[in-house]
C-alpha cells in the first residue's frame, strides 16, 4: 500500500495527515503556535515555529501510523496564504512574518495602485492592491524597514518556507503565488512589469510549479530528525484554499466549496480566467494544471468565534474539560436554542477589517440590535448567523459572474457544524452536503502529491477515485425569509458605517 502526507501549515497550528492511497487518513497530528499582534491590525508569526511544528507533526504521524517511510511515496504541502517569509543569503529569517490578516499596509496598497494603475494591475494580477497580498507587506518593508530589506535574498510563502526547510529549494506554485500579487495569473509565471516598476529583484522570488509538480526531494538531513526517507518527492501544493477545494472535489464546473477556517471562503472552479472588474472577489490560479478559481473572502469567520470563545466562552471551556467535549460544541448547542434570526441580533465580523466585498481594512466588528431581551445563546448564534451573511456575499458576487452553481460543499472547522451548515443552506438558497474526508487542505495537497508520484493520473481522477458525498442538508423553508429580511439590514449596516470606521481608524 502506499501512502501520501498532507502538510498544512495554518495560522493557529500545523497539521499532519497521512493517508492511504485510497485516500484514508491513518494518522494525523497537530501542533499549535501563537500569532502576534505587536500593534492593533497587525498579525505575525514566526516562521520557526512553522518548522518546529511541521517536524515533530511528521514524527508523530510516522510513529502513530507504523507506516514504513519508505511506503510514503509523496509529500504536498499546503497553508495559509499570503504571509512573507524574507531570508538573507545565509537563509535565515530577516523578521517575523507579516501574515495574512495583517491590516497594516493601505498606504502601501495605495501606492501599489498608483505606480500601476488600479486597472493594468487588475488585469496583470487579476485583483487589485489589497492589504492582505505579499506585495504591499514587502512594500512596507522597504518603506518602513530599509535595513532589512536591503539584505533580503528571497521572499517566501509559509509553506514554500517549509518546503525550503525539507528539501533545500526555493520553489512555490502557481495557486499560492496567485495571492502574492507579483504573479501574472493569466500566463501562470512572475510578471516582469509588475516586479520592475515596484523595484522587486527578481531573482529574489522561488521558482514557479504548477501544484502537482515535484518541486524537490527531502534531504538526509531533514529525514534524520524526521523519520521520513531521504529522496522522498516534495510537489508544489498548493495554498490552503486551492488545496481545500481539491480536497473537497471542487475540480469541475458546478461544484462550489463553502469553508469555514479562520477565514471564510467561497470557491469556484472555471476553466477560463474571469475577473469582477470590481475586484469584490479573488481569481486566482487553481490548483488543477491549467484552470482558475474566483474565490470570495470573509476576513473573520472562524476567527469570530475564536475570539467570543477567548473572551467570553470561559465557562464553555472549563465545561468542555468535564464532558471531555470541544468548547466550540458546547457552544453551538447554546446558539441552537435561540430562533433563527436571533430576534434582530446582527453581527459584522469584521474583526481583522474585510475582503469580500468591501475591500475596506478599517471595517470593524459590530454586534447591532442589542436588548436587554438578548441571551448569551442569541449572542453565539448572532456571531455564527453574521459569518453565514458574509459567505452569502461571496457567492452572490460569483454567481452574478455567471460562475454555475450547482452543488455547494461544506468545509473546514465550521463545516463540520451541522447548525453552520444549515445556517449557510438557508441563506444560500441551496443544499449544501458534506464528504467523506473532513481534512480538506491537508487531503488535497496529499491528492496533489499522488498525481506528481504517479498514484493518480490527473487531480480530478485522484479525486473521484478517492471522494464521495455523504449527506446533505436542505434549506429549511421557514427560515429562507425571516434570513432574507435580515440580510438586507446586514449589506446596510456596513454601507451606514463604512465613514465612522474610518473616523475611529484616525483617532487610533
Known sequence: MAYLLGIDVGTS????????????????????????????????????????????????????????????????????????????????????????????????????????????????????????????????????????????????????????????????????????????????????????????????????????????????????????KAGTPVVGGGGDQAAGAVGNGIVKTGIVSSTIGTSGVVFAYTDDVRIDPKGRVHTFCHAVPNTWHIMGVTQGAGLSMQWMRNNFGGMEKELSVFLNNDPYDIMTQEAAQAVAGCRGLIYLPYLMGERTPHLDPYAKGVFFGLSAMHTRQDMFRAVMEGVAYSLRDCLEIIREMGAEVNEIRASGGGGRSSLWRQMQADNFHNPVSTINSSEGPAFGAALLAGVGAGIYDSVPQACEATIRVTGVQQPLEGNLAIYDKYYGIYKQLYNDLKATFKKVAEIE
Open 13 to 228: 497550528g500545523t497539521k499532519a495527515v497521512l493517508f492511504d492511497e485510497n485516500g484514508n487518513s491513518v494518522a494525523h497530528a497537530l501542533y499549535e503556535y501563537p500569532m502576534y499582534q505587536p500593534q492593533m491590525g497587525w498579525a505575525e508569526q514566526r516562521p520557526e515555529d512553522w518548522w518546529n511544528a511541521s517536524v515533530e507533526t511528521i514524527k508523530q504521524v510516522i510513529t502513530k501510523s507504523g507506516v514504513d517511510a519508505a511506503d510514503i511515496k509523496g509529500i504536498g504541502l499546503t497553508g495559509q496564504m499570503h504571509g512573507m517569509v524574507l531570508l538573507d543569503k545565509d537563509c535565515n529569517v530577516l523578521r517575523p512574518a507579516i501574515i495574512w490578516c495583517d491590516q497594516r499596509t493601505q498606504a502601501e496598497c495605495d501606492e501599489i495602485t498608483s505606480i500601476i494603475g488600479r486597472q493594468r494591475l487588475i488585469e496583470i494580477t487579476a485583483n487589485p492592491a489589497l492589504t492582505g497580498f505579499t506585495a504591499s507587506k514587502v512594500m512596507w518593508v522597504k518603506k518602513h524597514q530599509s535595513d532589512i530589506f536591503e539584505k533580503i535574498y528571497k521572499i517566501l510563502l509559509p509553506k514554500d518556507y517549509i518546503r525550503f526547510k525539507l528539501t533545500g529549494e526555493f520553489a512555490t506554485e502557481v495557486s499560492d503565488a496567485s495571492g502574492m500579487q507579483f504573479l501574472d495569473v493569466p500566463h501562470r509565471r512572475w510578471s516582469d512589469e509588475v516586479l520592475d516598476k515596484l523595484g522587486i529583484n527578481k531573482e529574489w522570488l522561488p521558482t514557479v510549479y504548477e501544484s502537482p509538480e515535484i518541486s524537490g526531494y527531502v534531504t538526509q538531513g531533514v529525514a534524520d530528525i524526521t523519520g521520513l
